[in-house]
Structure formats: structure tokens, C-alpha cells
């Protein structure tokens, strides 16, 4: 508890305010602190400002790409002393991601020392590594003192710090970014920066392209780790367009052959941002828990290039259906999220489509070309304005030196005499005696008409803006010259592929077949036992429960249960609780409500079919294939609604179908008679007064019908002319010694 403080105690100043206003306020200021100076990038540099401050402070260290390398530790120093008043280690860190080849398709930071791994191993502490700026740093920070961006105060006010970079480079889509803010957050990949400044010199000549459009020059991500893209094209226009998606990144791998015919998979480029380490753990930790039947071994035998031997357990399976498995279970397949949420301008966070984070870069660069040339042209006309005064004093040379030697105040009296400005004036007083030479009044009449012919050249550009366009489009194809496709950092990494054409990996390929028996009790607690149990040796029920489904199966059989509400749910028989307990009840398996039961329990036959009915006596066939659901809410079959639902789910095994009512009259008519289907209502298989279907089944009417009786005898009736009928009828009362509960099974 805090302590009281009396009212009279309290400052003069004070001013009461409600505790919710006070937290709402405080709240705000700190997200959108988080938003606009931490977690997003500027759309404009594709910089956070930290890595902002980080490189520019290694720009005033005079870092560049053809000096010396200073200490980390230098770096972090400046950044968290001038810049950044945060801990020195997030900033060591956003230093050391700069330099890392694995983490940035086009590193600005050069490092020389131990700069981590793509195993996840750290860098070095800061004071054992050293680095500079990069090529691609440069062009970020090129014409930075040449007023092409605004600059602010640092947090002390000792210095000044510029609020953007003028950025002669697509960073944001070439590096990409991540980072996550308060109730918003960015995923951005990186891009082939080729790919990308193609994209833009479209859109400088076509503002209107379209996503499609712009896809066929960027048509994906470009990973630094390489990898196969395999994500459908219609996906990534989509993903452009919007700003948000994802992309299905694989390894790359290979087959080699070894002795005796036998073969191995090589991985050499992994999925990016995947801990090569992390990954040989979670493969060995499934091949114990064998998860991974089809492999027997993986081992790592990298250097500086990735390399991973993948050994199957036999020779005669596929590798590509070894591979699918793989891809399935671990992290040699990933999706890489797209959200591209970035500060427009600096200040407003917005999710953008390529098309306009292209266009806010093109903006940018149309901004800092103006400003640019303006800070150019005020340079050359001061210059021409000292330039006119010396040519003025070479040919008043004599006159000037005895204005220079006779008069006590000579600077107004040439400004009178040869209509001098007092630049001009300060100018030629200024001037040394080596600079009267004849020499060197030719160089300043070249330097003149050079700079006339710049002035003119500048002046009709900011005047036209096509020729400001073009002027940015000649140095982005210089950019694009410098990282072209056939340089080797410019040459793209990630290669884009179609998903294999075998798409359905078999069970067995991801779990290993065993034998278990599945229980399901009454109450609809599930569990898996160990090998095959008879029905009668299973035990081990909660009080007041007991036994209904036991079913002899194995690992990777597909296990159908249908509920009453008519929906089929598909059960993998690995992923079911096993051990000696009670199992967990099935409805936290499945999306089963607690108002429905489950009405059958089978393990799915290839090409085998059903008999569904409902209460109301219709019903259908339909294919046990098209029951299979992918997700735990199951298919919808048997369409009920209201009080009818499901009571029928019966293999189809024969050529006459059997249906009994709660009425006790029983209808036998051809199985012909019912459609097949996957899902509906059905047709009427037998009409009633009272009640409604009971059971069904179906058999061979030459055999005779067949039931089991409350003892676990079988009875059969092969004189059922009387019986028989069409569909839709009602039928009469069953043979002598029927079941009683009016099923084709006594218990």
C-alpha cells in the first residue's frame, strides 16, 4: 500500500485526475513511442532507428568501405552516448544483425571477427569485434550533408541526428525488417534488389501497374540462406497487392549416391531464419520418437556451406516421399509472414501493398533529388558570384591594387567603383598573390563556364519533372549495374519451383506402423492400448463407465468416428492419448457438442462405402472416402436439423438392405434402390406411424438374413420373400425370435 498523503500536503500545482485517464494517457505515449521510434521501419530508408543511428555514427567515424576497421565497442560508445540512450547490448545487437550474411540479403555492416552463425551461436562481446560500413551503407548515406533530408536534435540536444536517410538503395524490400510494436507488428522478407529496382523503373514509366504486373518483375522473396519458394503464384500476387500474407520457403537438397546402390539426401541451403542446429535436434528427437520411420540417420558435416546428410532406413523408398515427410514435421518447411506495416513518412504506421512501398521509395528519392539539387545550385551560385569578382579584378587589376595600397578603408570603395557585392569584395581582398597569375585567371574562366553550364543544367531540371525521373531512373540502373543478377551478391538466392506433383505422403511415411486397439467408452473417453486387446481383456473404465468401441487397428490407419449430429470426424490413431489411464474424453479431440453421441466407430477401408440414415427413415450411401475431414470439426453428411438425427452408419456388404423401426416392422428392399452421395437427406427408406428408424443393414439376399442375438448367437432367416419390398414402405413385423430392442445386434 502506498503511503497517504494528506491533502494539504500537496504541491501547489496539483491537479486531480481521474486514475483511468492518467493510464489511458501514459499507455498511448508508450506505444506510439514503441510504433514510430523502435519496433517499425520507415518506409522511406527501410531503417529503425537504431539502425539509423548506428549508421550513422559510424559515418561520422569516417567507417567507410576503404578505411580501417575500428572496434564495435567504438561504435556502440558513440551511438549510445550521442544517439540512442538505450542499453549498450540491443545495440551491439542491431550493429551485429547489420553484418550478418545469413540474416541480411545485402549486409551493411562489414564485421571482421565472430559475428554469430546460422547454427545461433552469438557474436563476440563488442570489444572483440570490429566492422565498417559496407558498399550498400553508402549508398544509404550518399549526399547526406547536402540538406537532402531534415535532421533533429539528439535526446540531450548536445547534437543533431538526421530523421531519415537519403537512401539510393530499396532497403526495406531488399533487407526486409521484423519487429513487433504495441498491438501491431511488421514482417517484411527480403528481396533481390535487381528484381526490385526493375519493378520501379515500371512504375516510374507506368504509375497505375498492377500487383500482377509488378510480380512478374518481383516475383518473390529472396532469402540470404537461399531455399526453394514454392508458394502458388496467385498467392504471392495476392500477398503484394494486400501487404499481407505468407510464403512456403523449403531447403534445397539433393540425392547422392553411395555404394552398393544405395542413395542420401544432401540439404545445402536451409529455410531462412531456421537455427541449422535447432533443426538436427528436432530431426533426431523425431527419429527416436520414431515419428520418422523412413529415416534412419542424420548427421551435420557443414563448414562454411551448409551440408546435411539425411540416411534412409531402406533404399527402396522414394526420396521424395522421404522429403514430403520431412517437410511435414520439420522446420526444412516453413512460412515465412508477410505484413507489411511501415511508418509512412516517418510517422503514421500503414500496412502497404508493393506497388505503394515502391511508389513512397520513388517519392523519397523524387524529394531528395530536389533538395539536392537546390543545395547544389546555392553552392554554384555563390561560387559564380566569387568567380565573377575575380574575373572583375583581373581586368581591373591595376586599378584595384592602388585602391588596395592608398586608401585606409578599401572594401567600399570597390564596391562603389567596380559595382563589387561584399561577398565579392571579402573575396578578392581574400586572395593570395600566387592567383594573379595568368594561369590562373584560365582555370577561373574554365571553372566559370563550368559551372554556368551546371547551373543551366540544374535550374531546367528542378523546372521539369519528367527530366527529374529520368534523372532518378539513370541512378537507379547504376544501383542495379553495381548489384546486378550477375554479380555475387546480387545474383538471386532463393529459387522459385512448383510444389511437387506428390502431394499426399502416405501415413506410414511419418509414423511408424504398430499394432494398437483403440477404446472408446461409453461416456466418450478415448484411449489407445498397446498391441492388439480382445474386447473382453480391456478394463480399466471410470466408475460407472464401461466399454463401447474396441477396435484392433494400427498407427497409421485413418479412424472414422460419425456422430448423431451426421458429421464424420477423422481420428489419427498416433495422436490419441495412450498409457494405462482412462484416456481423455473424445470432445476435446474433436469439435463433437456436448449434446451428441457417437454413433459409429470404424477404420477406414480404401474404396469401401456406408449406410447412413437418419431417425426421420431417410438415408443415402456414400463412400467412406468422402467422409475423410481434414480439421477436428469434422464433414457434414447426413444433414439433420431439429429432432432428427442420426442412427444409421453401417458398412455396405451386399445387395439388399435391411431396415428396421421403433415400430418393430421390418423392410427389406435392393440396395439399388438407394443413391449414393456425399452429403444431403436422402432418400425415405421405410415410412412410419409411430417413431422412427431403428437400425439398418445390408446383405446378400441369397445368403438370408443374418443378426446377432442378446446371447452373441448368430441367427439367420433365408425365407424373407415375406418382407421383401421397395423403398418407402412400411413393412411387417420381424421373424420369430428378432432381437427385442428391435437391433440387428441383441447386446
Same mark, same amino acid.
Given at each position: 500500500?502506498?503511503?497517504?498523503?494528506?491533502?494539504?500536503?500537496?504541491?501547489?500545482?496539483?491537479?486531480?485526475?481521474?486514475?483511468?485517464?492518467?493510464?489511458?494517457?501514459?499507455?498511448?505515449?508508450?506505444?506510439?513511442?514503441?510504433?514510430?521510434?523502435?519496433?517499425?521501419?520507415?518506409?522511406?530508408?527501410?531503417?529503425?532507428?537504431?539502425?539509423?543511428?548506428?549508421?550513422?555514427?559510424?559515418?561520422?567515424?569516417?567507417?567507410?568501405?576503404?578505411?580501417?576497421?575500428?572496434?564495435?565497442?567504438?561504435?556502440?560508445?558513440?551511438?549510445?552516448?550521442?544517439?540512442?540512450?538505450?542499453?549498450?547490448?540491443?545495440?551491439?545487437?542491431?550493429?551485429?544483425?547489420?553484418?550478418?550474411?545469413?540474416?541480411?540479403?545485402?549486409?551493411?555492416?562489414?564485421?571482421?571477427?565472430?559475428?554469430?552463425?546460422?547454427?545461433?551461436?552469438?557474436?563476440?562481446?563488442?570489444?572483440?569485434?570490429?566492422?565498417?560500413?559496407?558498399?550498400?551503407?553508402?549508398?544509404?548515406?550518399?549526399?547526406?550533408?547536402?540538406?537532402?533530408?531534415?535532421?533533429?536534435?539528439?535526446?540531450?540536444?548536445?547534437?543533431?541526428?538526421?530523421?531519415?536517410?537519403?537512401?539510393?538503395?530499396?532497403?526495406?524490400?531488399?533487407?526486409?525488417?521484423?519487429?513487433? &510494436?504495441?498491438?501491431?507488428?511488421?514482417?517484411?522478407?527480403?528481396?533481390?534488389?535487381?528484381?526490385?529496382?526493375?519493378?520501379?523503373?515500371?512504375?516510374?514509366?507506368?504509375?497505375?501497374?498492377?500487383?500482377?504486373?509488378?510480380?512478374?518483375?518481383?516475383?518473390?522473396?529472396?532469402?540470404?540462406?537461399?531455399?526453394?519458394?514454392?508458394?502458388?503464384?496467385?498467392?504471392?500476387?495476392?500477398?503484394?497487392?494486400?501487404?499481407?500474407?505468407?510464403?512456403?520457403?523449403?531447403?534445397?537438397?539433393?540425392?547422392?549416391?553411395?555404394?552398393?546402390?544405395?542413395?542420401?539426401?544432401?540439404?545445402?541451403?536451409?529455410?531462412?531464419?531456421?537455427?541449422?542446429?535447432?533443426?538436427?535436434?528436432?530431426?533426431?528427437?523425431?527419429?527416436?520418437?520414431?515419428?520418422?520411420?523412413?529415416?534412419?540417420?542424420?548427421?551435420?558435416?557443414?563448414?562454411?556451406?551448409?551440408?546435411?546428410?539425411?540416411?534412409?532406413?531402406?533404399?527402396?523408398?522414394?526420396?521424395?516421399?522421404? /522429403?514430403?515427410?520431412?517437410?511435414?514435421?520439420?522446420?526444412?518447411?516453413?512460412?515465412?509472414?508477410?505484413?507489411?506495416?511501415?511508418?509512412?513518412?516517418?510517422?503514421?504506421?500503414?500496412?502497404?501493398?508493393?506497388?505503394?512501398?515502391?511508389?513512397?521509395?520513388?517519392?523519397?528519392?523524387?524529394?531528395?533529388?530536389?533538395?539536392?539539387?537546390?543545395?547544389?545550385?546555392?553552392?554554384?551560385?555563390?561560387?559564380?558570384?566569387?568567380?565573377?569578382?575575380?574575373?572583375?579584378?583581373?581586368?581591373?587589376?591595376?586599378?584595384?591594387?592602388?585602391?588596395?595600397?592608398?586608401?585606409?578603408?578599401?572594401?567600399?570603395?570597390? /564596391?562603389?567603383?567596380?559595382?563589387?557585392?561584399?561577398?565579392?569584395?571579402?573575396?578578392?581582398?581574400?586572395?593570395?598573390?600566387?592567383?594573379?597569375?595568368?594561369?590562373?585567371?584560365?582555370?577561373?574562366?574554365?571553372?566559370?563556364?563550368?559551372?554556368?553550364?551546371?547551373?543551366?543544367?540544374?535550374?531546367?531540371?528542378?523546372?521539369?519533372?519528367?527530366?527529374?525521373?529520368?534523372?532518378?531512373?539513370?541512378?537507379?540502373?547504376?544501383?542495379?549495374?553495381?548489384?546486378?543478377?550477375?554479380?555475387?551478391?546480387?545474383?538471386?538466392?532463393?529459387?522459385?519451383?512448383?510444389?511437387?506433383?506428390?502431394?499426399?505422403?502416405?501415413?506410414?511415411?511419418?509414423?511408424?506402423?504398430?499394432?494398437?486397439?483403440?477404446?472408446?467408452?461409453?461416456?466418450?473417453?478415448?484411449?489407445?492400448?498397446?498391441?492388439?486387446?480382445?474386447?473382453?481383456?480391456?478394463?480399466?473404465?471410470?466408475?460407472?463407465?464401461?466399454?463401447?468401441?474396441?477396435?484392433?487397428?494400427?498407427?497409421?490407419?485413418?479412424?472414422?468416428?460419425?456422430?448423431?449430429?451426421?458429421?464424420?470426424?477423422?481420428?489419427?490413431?498416433?495422436?490419441?492419448?495412450?498409457?494405462?489411464?482412462?484416456?481423455?474424453?473424445?470432445?476435446?479431440?474433436?469439435?463433437?457438442?456436448?449434446?451428441?453421441?457417437?454413433?459409429?466407430?470404424?477404420?477406414?477401408?480404401?474404396?469401401?462405402?456406408?449406410?447412413?440414415?437418419?431417425?426421420?427413415?431417410?438415408?443415402?450411401?456414400?463412400?467412406?472416402?468422402?467422409?475423410?475431414?481434414?480439421?477436428?470439426?469434422?464433414?457434414?453428411?447426413?444433414?439433420?436439423?431439429?429432432?432428427?438425427?442420426?442412427?444409421?452408419?453401417?458398412?455396405?456388404?451386399?445387395?439388399?438392405?435391411?431396415?428396421?423401426?421403433?415400430?418393430?416392422?421390418?423392410?427389406?428392399?435392393?440396395?439399388?434402390?438407394?443413391?449414393?452421395?456425399?452429403?444431403?437427406?436422402?432418400?425415405?427408406?421405410?415410412?412410419?406411424?409411430?417413431?422412427?428408424?431403428?437400425?439398418?443393414?445390408?446383405? /446378400?439376399?441369397?445368403?438370408?438374413?443374418?443378426?446377432?442375438?442378446?446371447?452373441?448367437?448368430?441367427?439367420?432367416?433365408?425365407?424373407?420373400?415375406?418382407?421383401?419390398?421397395?423403398? &418407402?414402405?412400411?413393412?411387417?413385423?420381424?421373424?420369430?425370435?428378432?432381437?427385442?430392442?428391435?437391433?440387428?445386434?441383441?447386446?
Amino acid at each position: 500500500m502506498g503511503k497517504h498523503i494528506p491533502k494539504g500536503d500537496l504541491p501547489d500545482n496539483s491537479q486531480p485526475i481521474a486514475l483511468e485517464k492518467a493510464l489511458s494517457d501514459r499507455y498511448l505515449a508508450y506505444a506510439l513511442s514503441t510504433i514510430t521510434s523502435r519496433s517499425l521501419p520507415d518506409v522511406r530508408d527501410g531503417l529503425k532507428p537504431v539502425q539509423r543511428r548506428v549508421l550513422y555514427a559510424m559515418r561520422l567515424l569516417r567507417l567507410d568501405p576503404n578505411s580501417g576497421f575500428k572496434k564495435c565497442a567504438r561504435v556502440v560508445g558513440d551511438v549510445i552516448g550521442k544517439y540512442h540512450p538505450h542499453g549498450d547490448q540491443s545495440v551491439y545487437d542491431a550493429l551485429v544483425r547489420l553484418a550478418q550474411e545469413f540474416a541480411q540479403r545485402y549486409p551493411l555492416v562489414d564485421g571482421q571477427g565472430n559475428f554469430g552463425n546460422v547454427d545461433g551461436d552469438n557474436a563476440a562481446a563488442m570489444r572483440y569485434t570490429e566492422a565498417r560500413l559496407t558498399t550498400v551503407a553508402e549508398l544509404l548515406l550518399e549526399a547526406l550533408d547536402e540538406d537532402t533530408v531534415d535532421f533533429r536534435p539528439t535526446y540531450d540536444g548536445e547534437e543533431q541526428e538526421p530523421i531519415v536517410l537519403p537512401a539510393a538503395f530499396p532497403n526495406l524490400l531488399a533487407n526486409g525488417s521484423a519487429g513487433i &510494436a504495441v498491438g501491431m507488428a511488421t514482417s517484411i522478407p527480403p528481396h533481390n534488389v535487381s528484381e526490385l529496382i526493375d519493378a520501379a523503373l515500371h512504375l516510374i514509366k507506368h504509375p497505375n501497374a498492377t500487383p500482377a504486373k509488378l510480380a512478374e518483375y518481383v516475383p518473390g522473396p529472396d532469402f540470404p540462406t537461399g531455399g526453394l519458394l514454392v508458394e502458388p503464384r496467385e498467392n504471392i500476387v495476392e500477398a503484394y497487392r494486400t501487404g499481407r500474407g505468407s510464403f512456403r520457403l523449403r531447403a534445397r537438397w539433393a540425392v547422392e549416391e553411395t555404394t552398393r546402390g544405395g542413395w542420401r539426401v544432401v540439404v545445402t541451403q536451409i529455410p531462412y531464419q531456421v537455427q541449422k542446429s535447432r533443426l538436427i535436434e528436432k530431426i533426431a528427437e523425431l527419429i527416436n520418437e520414431k515419428k520418422l520411420p523412413l529415416l534412419d540417420d542424420v548427421r551435420d558435416e557443414s563448414a562454411e556451406d551448409v551440408r546435411l546428410i539425411l540416411e534412409p532406413k531402406s533404399r527402396n523408398v522414394a526420396p521424395e516421399v522421404l /522429403m514430403e515427410s520431412l517437410f511435414r514435421s520439420t522446420d526444412l518447411e516453413t512460412r515465412f509472414p508477410l505484413n507489411l506495416n511501415v511508418l509512412d513518412g516517418g510517422r503514421v504506421p500503414k500496412v502497404m501493398g508493393l506497388r505503394e512501398a515502391l511508389q513512397a521509395f520513388l517519392n523519397h528519392r523524387h524529394d531528395v533529388l530536389q533538395r539536392r539539387s537546390t543545395f547544389r545550385l546555392d553552392k554554384i551560385e555563390r561560387r559564380l558570384e566569387i568567380l565573377d569578382g575575380f574575373l572583375i579584378a583581373y581586368l581591373n587589376l591595376d586599378a584595384l591594387l592602388k585602391i588596395i595600397r592608398n586608401e585606409d578603408e578599401p572594401k567600399p570603395v570597390m /564596391m562603389k567603383r567596380f559595382n563589387l557585392t561584399d561577398v565579392q569584395a571579402e573575396a578578392i581582398l581574400n586572395m593570395r598573390l600566387r592567383a594573379l597569375r595568368k594561369l590562373e585567371e584560365m582555370e577561373i574562366r574554365g571553372e566559370h563556364k563550368q559551372l554556368s553550364s551546371e547551373r543551366a543544367d540544374l535550374r531546367k531540371l528542378l523546372k521539369d519533372e519528367s527530366l527529374r525521373w529520368q534523372r532518378i531512373s539513370a541512378e537507379l540502373a547504376e544501383v542495379k549495374k553495381t548489384f546486378g543478377p550477375k554479380t555475387p551478391l546480387g545474383r538471386r538466392r532463393t529459387t522459385l519451383a512448383d510444389m511437387p506433383a506428390i502431394a499426399d505422403v502416405p501415413l506410414e511415411a511419418t509414423v511408424e506402423r504398430e499394432p494398437i486397439t483403440i477404446v472408446l467408452s461409453e461416456k466418450g473417453w478415448i484411449r489407445t492400448l498397446k498391441g492388439h486387446v480382445a474386447p473382453e481383456a480391456v478394463a480399466n473404465y471410470k466408475e460407472g463407465d464401461k466399454g463401447r468401441f474396441v477396435l484392433q487397428a494400427e498407427t497409421t490407419d485413418k479412424i472414422i468416428l460419425f456422430g448423431t449430429n451426421g458429421r464424420a470426424y477423422t481420428l489419427s490413431p498416433d495422436k490419441l492419448p495412450g498409457g494405462r489411464g482412462y484416456g481423455e474424453p473424445v470432445r476435446l479431440v474433436l469439435d463433437l457438442g456436448d449434446d451428441q453421441e457417437t454413433l459409429s466407430l470404424f477404420i477406414h477401408k480404401p474404396g469401401a462405402k456406408r449406410l447412413v440414415g437418419a431417425t426421420d427413415g431417410r438415408g443415402f450411401v456414400v463412400p467412406e472416402a468422402d467422409m475423410l475431414a481434414q480439421t477436428r470439426s469434422g464433414r457434414q453428411i447426413l444433414n439433420v436439423s431439429g429432432d432428427v438425427e442420426a442412427a444409421v452408419c453401417v458398412p455396405v456388404e451386399g445387395d439388399t438392405v435391411a431396415v428396421i423401426g421403433d415400430n418393430r416392422k421390418l423392410l427389406l428392399f435392393p440396395l439399388a434402390e438407394v443413391p449414393e452421395m456425399t452429403r444431403g437427406r436422402g432418400v425415405r427408406l421405410q415410412v412410419y406411424r409411430d417413431g422412427g428408424l431403428r437400425d439398418a443393414r445390408t446383405f /446378400m439376399l441369397k445368403e438370408g438374413l443374418t443378426w446377432i442375438d442378446a446371447s452373441g448367437r448368430t441367427r439367420t432367416e433365408t425365407a424373407v420373400k415375406d418382407w421383401i419390398g421397395t423403398r &418407402a414402405q412400411a413393412g411387417r413385423l420381424p421373424p420369430r425370435g428378432f432381437n427385442g430392442n428391435n437391433r440387428f445386434e441383441g447386446k
